[in-house]
């Protein structure tokens, strides 16, 4: 079983400071992906990588960067924290592009983070 | 541009009753189609998925999906809820073509009366 591990559950940090959420998954996937979640807005794409050091943004990556300097982890780095990105944060991995299952994605068990 | 809609926010059903969740989409060509479940303080599990074939889907839990592209929706369905089903389901979206990337619904909250 593909196993995607976030490493904090929960989390709480003060306005301005610089947070990290930690994603390592263990099947060698090329693909990772950073989501947010809130209430009626579903999953938001925040950043994804497609290798080592490859990352693109998604469709709401401001007051986010991420960093991937191995396969199997990616970080997602709130660089000063504010209040407005209280969430809960998921991370993602797929297979390789070139399979039919790249869009098969296994989540973590996510990261509530508040910025107070 | 690309979309995904669960027009459903939250659904009660009682235990044993079937139940329906709908997912429309806005897609220029057939994508690739799934369902996720949340439970409660989890991450998502995929459900069921279509990629081609059999329109009619099975996946895990007794849950199946049906593709109906002149209706461009995706519709979960199960026979009979059990109160063990009560979470959160997402339907997505994703391209054919090599991005990886999923569209995700609002997401519709299921609770199961005993």
């Known amino acids: 079983d593909v196993k995607v591990t976030q490493s904090s559950r929960y989390l709480v940090k003060r306005t301005g400071e610089k947070v990290f959420l930690e994603c390592v998954q263990d099947?060698?996937?090329?693909?990772m992906f950073w989501y947010r979640q809130d209430p009626g807005l579903g999953l938001r794409l925040i950043y994804f990588?497609?290798?080592?050091?490859?990352?693109e943004k998604g469709d709401i990556p401001e007051g986010y960067s991420v960093s991937r300097e191995k396969k199997e982890r990616f970080s997602l780095i709130l660089e000063s924290a504010s209040t407005n990105q209280t969430s809960m944060y998921l991370c993602?991995?797929?297979?390789?592009?070139?399979?039919?299952?790249?869009?098969?994605?296994?989540f973590g068990a996510g990261t509530r983070l508040s910025v107070l | 541009a690309q979309s995904v809609t669960q027009p459903d926010i939250h659904i009660t059903v009682s235990e044993g009753a079937s139940l329906e969740l709908r997912c429309n989409y806005s897609?220029?060509?057939?994508?690739?189609l799934f369902w996720y479940v949340q439970s409660p303080g989890q991450g998502l599990q995929l459900l069921l998925k279509?990629?081609?074939?059999?329109?009619l889907v099975q996946g895990i839990k007794g849950f199946e999906a049906e593709f109906k592209r002149s209706q461009s929706s995706f519709n979960l369905r199960k026979p009979s809820v059990h109160w063990s089903d009560a979470a959160e389901y997402f339907c997505?979206?994703?391209?054919?073509?090599?991005?990886?990337?999923?569209?995700f619904g609002q997401g519709t909250t299921l609770q199961v009366k005993p």
């Open positions: 993602a991995s797929s297979p390789p592009l070139t399979t039919i299952a790249k869009n098969i994605q296994y």
């Open positions: 099947m060698d996937h090329e693909n």
């Open positions: 997505a979206v994703g391209a054919r073509v090599n991005t990886g990337k999923l569209i």
């Open positions: 990588s497609y290798d080592v050091k490859m990352k």
């Open positions: 279509y990629f081609s074939g059999d329109t």
């Open positions: 897609y220029g060509a057939t994508p690739y």
